[in-house]
T-cell receptor
Framework: EAGVAQSPRYKIIEKRQSVAFWCNPI?????LYWYQQILGQGPKLLIQ????????DSQLPKDRFSAERLKGVDSTLKIQPAKLEDSAVYLC???FGTGQETQYFGPGTRLLVL | ELKVEQNPLFLSMQEGKNYTIYCNYS?????LYWYRQDPGKSLESLFV?????AVKQEGRLMASLDTKARLSTLHITAAVHDLSATYFC???????????FGGGTRLMVKP
């Protein structure tokens, strides 16, 4: 079974530029998550989708971050404009449902903001 | 706000030794996960613990959950170099769905 796919794997931008990340979850997984992992820390949930609806975006900095999952499958996460403190690994994960199912993580996109 | 704390943050141990990583959390929960992360890689699911007293074992790793103490342990038996990685615990609160991670324990096993 194919895992969670993410692209790009690496991105370097200057502050105030915009950037977008893409995620394709495991086939059949209804729930998709975006996490931010700053170096040396555990991942922090940014947003959770159930199909194409938002379940939780309480930790998403909505003044600069946006995410969508229009057809309930792929998702994009955008940062506009980027700040230095946005440098992190952005991880996408998916699970079959929102109950006790394990979340499966993609390889992540490593973002460096200069 | 749910807080998840792991200790130690860094652990250097010799091959063949035993050790335990601790994960404390601050609110009622009956769902706790352990993940492994190798440098530059993503997270790999190790264990899911879903009830008080749950114990799961895979190879040299054994995880347990005490929901009354709000504590999970990850015990390493006769460590080998291949276990070197960062280990995260993550908790879902009883009345929610958000997974909150601890800060991680970086394990280094020396030959």
């Amino acid at each position: 079974e194919a895992g969670v796919a993410q692209s790009p794997r690496y991105k370097i931008i200057e502050k105030r530029q915009s950037v977008a990340f893409w995620c394709n979850p495991i086939s059949g997984h209804a729930t998709l998550y975006w996490y931010q992992q700053i170096l040396g820390q555990g991942p922090k949930l940014l947003i959770q989708f159930q199909n194409n609806g938002v379940v939780d975006d309480s930790q998403l900095p909505k003044d600069r971050f946006s995410a969508e999952r229009l057809k309930g499958v792929d998702s994009t996460l955008k940062i506009q404009p980027a700040k230095l403190e946005d440098s992190a690994v952005y991880l996408c994960a998916s699970s079959f449902g929102t109950g006790q199912e394990t979340q499966y993580f993609g390889p992540g996109t490593r973002l460096l903001v200069l | 706000e749910l807080k998840v704390e792991q200790n130690p943050l860094f652990l250097s141990m010799q091959e063949g030794k035993n050790y335990t990583i601790y994960c404390n959390y601050s609110t009622t929960s009956d769902r706790l996960y352990w993940y492994r992360q190798d440098p530059g890689k993503s997270l790999e699911s190790l264990f899911v613990l879903l009830s008080n007293g749950a114990v799961k074992q895979e190879g040299r790793l054994m995880a347990s959950l005490d929901t009354k103490a709000r504590l999970s342990t990850l015990h390493i038996t006769a460590a080998v170099h291949d276990l070197s990685a960062t280990y995260f615990c993550a908790v879902v609160p009883w009345a929610g769905n958000m997974l909150t991670f601890g800060g991680g324990t970086r394990l280094m096993v020396k030959p």
